[in-house]
Structure formats: structure tokens, C-alpha cells
């Protein structure tokens, strides 16, 4: 309820620490005032048309309460790569030291925890945050900037290669249930820089209600080279609102990969804006969804300059009565001349109750570039799974095998092959195959 | 090895196949030629259990067992198999991912421990110089992007490496040039045994002086209207399909 968030608001500002900027204390404030006019999004609102935000508006979402103990051990199934790559855990969305591991990093670059870096102001810092992710964008987003607490941070000095990814683990226990908690993460790279970040959102509480309003950050400066895979495995009885803000500069390399499958109902926004010339986006994504599970993936992509390409596809297996949502936005300015853009969205029903709503959505004003798009909704297909019958899979393992297979081929994009294993064990492990 | 006795199918309302009746014995090779349109590849896919075709009369009989009751899977497992006319792409997952798990099933049907991949690779390497690749082909998708002769040549490594007792080849040499065709040829051959056998259904006689039949069988409108030894590929080479047609439409 938008009053408890008042309430909420103000007790955190009576009890605010010292150490908070003026800065930031300011656009807490004026994101706060936001929110308290928009309040929650209401079902004429065309942009959340098709997502049930009902049951999240009409509950009271304290803040986590109590501590929670969490041994190494619990997060193992949680972790993957190699022993050097850097993970930051955050428990109910508070940083924890003692289950983080941080590896060996190129001199200058700083990784840590967002609540540490704002108030040891690192550089990077109050340049960047709350600078990509307007609070007009979202209702949600304003209650992240008016109750971000803590989360990632990524500076990537300009030149620097980030060889080992970043993972940032958040995770939410059964302390948590019945709370919201608001991660926020803040990645610069900047010019000349390469890295690779991942976001995970998991829990230990797989059947416990909780709501996760995630804020993610990125700038990404001229000729840098950023891959950005999020993976979300919320309860299945969760609500994650997730919104990524990327800042693009020129002959800039992005690559996204949103991998949803938890949460009753979830959704991410990803808004990538191109800033200059010579920008190169590509934007991958997989969700499964089973029962009554809603997921929602909602993306934008603004080709402001000339000669960039952007390069979507978004592929969801849905079964039993779930429900996905795509919609894909392209504004490409009259400026944007020589813009390429191609979105594609693929929809596999593994049931007859299964439904799917999706749209894209190009505003093209200008008259020399290539756009195309492209949704398609559909079953198995018939010759394949012959194909696969006769060779002697039967019948049931085959719908899997293809299934899988379906899944996997978006997964083929990513970069990191430890990633890319690791969500290819994840897909394996969520249809029951091989 | 196989009977099939007054085999009739159609694909909806069309009857395509009109009264087969074959007998392949352990050991033989038999060629099924014959025009467009007769039958041929729908005999192939019948005998694979393709759900498109209907089974309107007849019986086969598969080492003993009723073929036609058996679901495309059981004929693979009981060591049938259709190198397809057009094999299917299915991007996402590798090549040896995809025949891993169908060799694993046969052995699983069979109650046989399952092979974990690096004893799969082994066992790869030997079926791969047989159809004259290197393994890289292993980690490309199943017939994704592969030209039409890869497809073809991938058919007969996964042939190879599922080493049926009946093989059916449906048209495995259209399209292919002379040095896919010796290929795809050199690997029938090297699987030809005595307790095995194969049908090879083609429209060319130019595969059959690599794989040297027993028996060759002209399908015309839905039956077998001639039946000869290899010989009869060559008269057909000759004189084409006509002035059989002319003899069937004569006599009926």
C-alpha cells in the first residue's frame, strides 16, 4: 500500500545515517514525492496493462526484519564459474561480507557493495546513481531510489579488461518472507573497458511470499564492452519487479541475457538508450513459466544516433496455465539514420491453457534504416519430434530433448562459457531432462 | 528380417501405397526404385512409423514381431532405422549431444548401462572416419546450417553409430556429388554384415554401383511391378520407367 511506503519513508529519514550525501538524500526525497503521486500502477495504465501488479499494491510490505544466518554452504547450489571469479552476496538485500569472496581484479578497478561506495564516495558514484534510471519510468523504480539501501557496484576504469566476471548473488531467506527488499546496482565501464557482470536473484525460501523491486544501472562509455546476464529464480510464490537502465556511448558493445523463471508473477524492464554513433546492442532473453506463473519482460530500445544496431530475441516455454508477456519497443529519432534493428520474439505453449500476449512496438521516424520484428507462438514441431522418435527417444523424452533444445539456442549467445553452462543446467534441471 | 504382406497406406483421403508385399531377408541389400510419386518414400516412412501415413490393410513383420504395433521409438529400439530424405534441423542442441541421447535409449531399451560422454567420444571417433569427418561436427547443432550433403552424411554417422539390423535409406543420394555419394556409399558398405540387411530406396541408378544390391524392386502407383536382380537397375537406367508402366498398364 502506497501510505505504509510513506510511513516507511519517513522513519528511515528520521533514522538516516550521518554518512548519507545531501546528494542522495535529495533524490530519495523527490523520488519519494513521486511515488506518492503515482502511487502503484494502475490496470488502464497502458505499460502495465498485462501484469498483475494488484497483489502487490494491495499488501503492506514491511522492510526484512531480524537477521538471518547463512552458511557458505546453503549458497553453493548458487554459485558457479571458477573459484577466482568475484561473488558478492547479499542476504535479504543487505551485503555480506563473510559469504563474499572477492578474486583477483586489474589494478584500479573497484567492486563492492553500493551502500560502501556511496558512503566512501567512490569515484563513479554520484555521477552515476539514479542518473539512468529516471523515477518517472517507473512507480517502482521511484521506490527503489526513495528506499535503495544497497546492492552492487562496478567501476571499471577507462582501458581496463575485467578478465573474471562479477557475480552479484542476492538472495532472500525465510526471514524475508512477507517483505520487500529493494537491490540496486550500479556498473560503469568506462571507455576502452571490458567486463562481465552477472546478476542472480535466488532464494532459500522456495515457497515463501516476498517481493524483490530490483534497480540496475549501466553506463557504458565509449567503445566499451560490457556482458550482462541476469538470472532470476525467485520462489515460485514471489513477486520480482526488475528494472535494468543502460546508457550506451559511442562504438559501445552490450550484450544482455535475462533469464527468467521464478516468481508468481515477475517482470523486467530493460531500457537501453544509444547515445552516439557506431553502437552495438544485442538483448537476449529466456523465461519458463509453469502453473500460474506471470512473466512479464518488457524492453526498449532508443536508437538516438545514427548507424547503431540493436539485435533482440526473447524466446519463453510456457506450460500448465502460465502466462508470458513480451513487449518490445524500438524509437528510432529522425536523426537515427542507418539504424538496424531486428527483434524477434518466440513463443513455445507446452499446454492448451498456456497464453501468451505479445506486441512489438516500433516508432520509427527516420527513413533510411532496416527495422524488422518479428513473435510467433507455437508447438513442438511435428517433424522434429519424429525425427527424434525415430532415432529411439520416446515419445515424452523427445517433447523434452526439443524442448530443451528450444530453450538452449538463445542460451548459445552468451559469451562466458561457465554462463552459459550454468544456464543451460539450470533449463535442464526446470524441464526434468537428459 | 522383414515381411510385408499386402501393405496398403494413405496419407488423409489419398491412397499411396496399394498392395506392397516384400521379404528382406538377413544379409540382403534390396534397392526399391521407381518414378516420382510411386510410393517409395512413403514405404520408407510406413516402415519408420511416420503418424502423417494411415495403415488401411496389410501386416509387416519385423524379426518376428508385428511392426505396425510398434511406436516409431520401439522400431529404432528394436534396431530399425530411416536415413530421412530430408533430415531435420534442431538448432540448440549439438550434434553429439543429439545422438548421445539416442544411443542411450537404445542401449537403456536394451538394459544396457548408459555411456557418459567421453566413452561416447571414443566410440564417435572411429564412426566419424568412416563418413570422412573430423569431430568438430559433433559440437554444431543437428543439421543446422549443414549443407544438403552434410545432412546426408550426418544420416549415415548416426546409421553408424545406432548400427541397426534394418536400415532404410530413403533417397539418401539425391543431391549429392560424386564424392558425398562415395561417402555416404563407403559407409553403407563397411556396415553390410550378415545378420543385417538394408532397403535402399532410390529414384537414380547411380547409387547402386556403389551399393551393389541383391534384389532391386520397381515401385509403380503404389505397388512392386517388377522384381529382378541388380541387372534390372541397369535395364532401368537404360530404357527409363516408361515402358514398365506401359507392361503394368498392359497386363492390368
Known amino acids: 500500500m502506497t501510505e505504509g511506503f510513506l510511513q516507511d519513508f519517513a522513519a528511515q529519514s528520521s533514522t538516516a545515517t550521518v554518512d548519507t550525501p545531501e546528494w542522495l538524500e535529495a533524490m530519495r526525497r523527490a523520488a519519494m514525492e513521486r511515488f506518492a503521486v503515482t502511487g502503484f500502477p494502475a490496470a488502464r495504465d497502458e505499460e502495465w496493462r498485462f501484469t498483475p501488479v494488484a497483489p502487490i499494491a494491495r499488501t503492506s510490505w514491511p522492510p526484512p526484519s531480524g537477521a538471518a544466518e547463512v552458511s557458505r554452504r546453503v549458497l553453493e547450489p548458487f554459485i558457479f564459474g571458477h573459484p577466482e571469479w568475484t561473488t558478492l552476496v547479499f542476504i535479504n538485500g543487505i551485503f555480506s561480507e563473510g559469504l563474499t569472496s572477492i578474486g583477483p581484479m586489474a589494478p584500479g578497478v573497484r567492486v563492492g557493495n553500493l551502500a560502501e561506495a556511496v558512503n566512501a564516495s567512490w569515484s563513479g558514484v554520484d555521477c552515476h546513481l539514479g542518473r539512468h534510471a529516471p523515477i518517472a519510468s517507473s512507480p517502482f523504480t521511484a521506490l527503489s531510489t526513495a528506499f535503495m539501501r544497497d546492492g552492487g557496484f562496478v567501476h571499471v576504469p577507462a582501458n ?12 532472500t531467506t525465510e526471514e524475508a518472507v512477507g517483505a520487500v527488499t529493494h537491490p540496486r546496482n550500479l556498473i560503469v565501464v568506462e571507455p576502452g573497458a571490458r567486463a562481465s557482470v552477472i546478476e542472480s536473484y535466488v532464494t532459500l525460501a522456495p515457497s515463501g511470499t516476498y517481493w524483490t523491486n530490483a534497480v540496475t544501472e549501466v553506463a557504458a562509455g565509449a567503445n566499451s564492452w560490457l556482458e550482462h546476464t541476469r538470472i532470476q529464480r525467485e520462489s515460485e510464490r514471489a513477486y520480482h519487479i526488475g528494472s535494468t537502465h543502460v546508457d550506451q556511448h559511442r562504438d559501445s558493445h552490450y550484450r544482455s541475457f535475462t533469464m527468467a523463471m521464478g516468481g ?9 538508450r544509444l547515445n552516439d554513433e557506431n553502437i552495438e546492442t544485442l538483448m537476449y532473453g529466456l523465461y519458463l513459466a509453469r502453473g500460474e506463473q506471470v512473466v512479464d519482460n518488457h524492453t526498449a530500445i532508443y536508437h538516438d544516433q545514427p548507424n547503431c544496431r540493436s539485435w533482440e530475441v526473447y524466446k519463453g516455454v510456457l506450460d500448465d496455465r502460465s502466462r508470458a508477456v513480451f513487449n518490445g519497443k524500438v524509437f528510432v529519432k529522425p536523426e537515427a539514420q542507418k539504424t538496424d534493428a531486428k527483434q524477434t520474439n518466440r513463443n513455445l505453449l507446452l ?15 527516420a527513413d533510411d534504416v532496416k527495422c524488422t520484428h518479428g513473435a510467433t507462438v507455437g508447438r513442438l514441431d ?11 527417444v520416446p515419445a515424452e523424452e523427445a517433447q ?9 539456442e ?7 562459457e561457465p554462463v552459459r553452462a550454468e544456464l543451460e543446467r539450470l533449463v535442464r534441471g526446470r524441464l526434468g531432462t537428459l | 528380417m522383414l515381411e510385408i504382406k499386402g501393405l496398403r497406406a494413405s496419407a488423409g483421403d489419398k491412397e499411396i501405397l496399394r498392395g506392397i508385399d516384400l521379404t528382406v531377408n538377413a544379409g540382403e541389400v534390396h534397392a526399391v526404385m521407381g518414378p516420382n510419386g510411386s510410393g517409395k518414400s512413403t514405404l520408407a516412412q510406413v516402415l519408420a512409423g511416420h503418424p502423417a501415413y494411415q495403415v488401411t490393410s496389410g501386416h509387416v513383420l519385423y524379426q518376428g514381431q508385428d511392426l505396425l504395433e510398434m511406436e516409431p521409438e520401439e522400431r529404432a529400439q528394436a534396431g530399425m532405422f530411416l536415413a530421412f530424405q530430408y533430415p531435420v534441423e534442431i538448432p540448440g542442441i549439438s550434434n553429439a549431444y543429439f545422438l548421445r541421447a539416442a544411443y542411450n535409449e537404445i542401449r537403456k531399451a536394451k538394459g544396457l548401462e548408459e555411456v557418459d560422454s567421453m566413452d561416447f567420444l571414443d566410440l564417435l571417433e572411429e564412426k566419424l572416419r568412416l563418413v570422412e569427418w573430423g569431430p568438430e561436427i559433433m559440437s554444431r547443432a543437428v543439421n543446422s546450417g549443414f549443407s544438403g550433403g552434410e545432412k546426408k552424411r550426418n544420416e549415415i554417422l548416426q546409421m553408424a553409430v545406432l548400427d541397426p539390423k534394418l536400415a532404410v535409406l530413403d533417397e539418401t543420394d539425391s543431391g549429392l556429388d560424386i564424392d558425398a555419394l562415395r561417402i555416404v556409399a563407403n559407409g553403407v558398405n563397411a556396415l553390410r554384415r550378415p545378420d543385417n540387411a538394408a532397403i535402399v530406396v532410390t529414384h537414380y541408378q547411380r547409387l547402386l554401383n556403389y551399393i551393389v544390391p541383391d534384389r532391386v524392386h520397381v515401385l509403380s502407383a503404389g505397388r512392386i511391378v517388377k522384381s529382378g536382380g541388380k541387372d534390372l537397375a541397369l535395364e532401368l537406367e537404360a530404357r527409363g520407367y516408361e515402358w514398365l508402366e506401359e507392361e503394368v498398364g498392359a497386363t492390368t
Open chain 1, 410 to 416: 538463445v542460451i548459445q549467445e552468451v559469451v562466458l
Open chain 1, 264 to 272: 508468481e508473477m515477475a517482470r523486467h524492464n530493460l531500457h537501453v
Open chain 1, 160 to 171: 581496463t579488461v575485467v578478465t573474471r566476471p562479477v557475480h552479484l548473488l542476492f538472495v
Open chain 1, 351 to 365: 499446454s492448451d491453457s498456456a497464453k501468451v500476449n505479445t506486441k512489438p512496438q516500433l516508432e520509427i521516424f
Open chain 1, 382 to 392: 511435428e517433424s522434429a519430434l519424429f525425427y527424434a522418435r525415430s532415432r529411439g
Open chain 1, 400 to 408: 523434452r530433448l526439443l524442448t530443451y533444445a528450444f530453450a538452449a
